[in-house]
């Protein structure tokens, strides 16, 4: 049950794209259509933002998208907000269990 | 809106217990697998343990198994973790979550409860 593995952080500039990678194994992320991220400000709960790779939650705007590539997801934030800044964990079933990245900052500058 | 509160975080030592509750509210909780998370403070999130909408099952992470366990009492909408044998290591932010109905992502979140294990 190794966490998925995350970058530390990123960063853009307010309307840049910026993307977040997500790398598991063929035993997770490789394997199950059920790769989720989860936007989280430090003191609230949690909030969903992508599930099953691609799909986005009523609520979500379109600037968040999802998708994945052999044993890597990637969450991709187009046109940067102040209000985005956050950090971000991708999560995937891994059969029975569910395992976690170890979380990216995203900065907004 | 879907609610959920947890409690009974607070101050522990090594070796003893702690049991953390979850109170659900505005969904039919008896419909709905349930999930604790953790979070250590600085680090990211590590799943806990997950209970199907009537309790039959469940599963653990290796670093729990054995020592915590979870429940629930659908009459009071109510998810438990009961927390054995802490170990320092085990000091962590605790969070509930709700299962999304027939999938596999984790729709709602609570704000978590504090375990602080120490001598």
């Known amino acids: 049950q190794s966490a998925l593995t995350q970058p530390r952080s990123v960063s853009g500039s307010p309307g840049q794209s910026v993307s977040i990678s997500c790398t598991g194994a063929s035993s997770d992320v490789g394997d199950y259509n059920y790769v989720s991220w989860y936007q989280h400000h430090p003191g609230k709960a949690p909030k969903l933002v992508i599930y099953?790779?691609?799909e986005r939650p009523s609520g979500v705007p379109d600037r968040f998208s999802g998708s994945r590539s052999g044993n890597t997801a990637s969450l991709t934030i187009s046109g940067l907000q102040a209000d985005d800044e956050a950090n971000y964990y991708c999560c995937s079933y891994a059969g029975g269990h569910w395992v976690f990245g170890g979380g990216t900052k995203l900065t907004v500058l | 809106q879907v609610h959920l509160v947890e409690s009974g975080g607070g101050v522990v030592q090594p070796g003893r217990s702690l049991r953390l509750s979850c109170a659900a509210s505005?969904?039919?909780?008896?419909?709905?697998?349930m999930h604790w998370v953790r979070q250590v403070p600085g680090k990211g999130l590590e799943w806990v343990a997950v209970i199907s909408y009537d309790g039959n099952n469940n599963d653990y992470a290796e670093s729990v198994k054995g020592r915590f366990t979870i429940s629930r009492d659908n009459s009071k909408n109510t998810l438990y973790l009961q927390m054995n044998s802490l170990r320092v290591d085990d000091t962590a932010v605790y969070y509930c979550?709700?299962?999304?109905?027939?999938?596999?992502?984790?729709?709602?979140w609570g704000q978590g409860t504090l375990v602080t294990v120490s001598s």
């Open positions: 505005a969904f039919t909780f008896s419909s709905f697998g």
């Open positions: 979550a709700r299962r999304a109905y027939r999938s596999y992502h984790l729709d709602y």
């Open positions: 099953d790779v691609n």
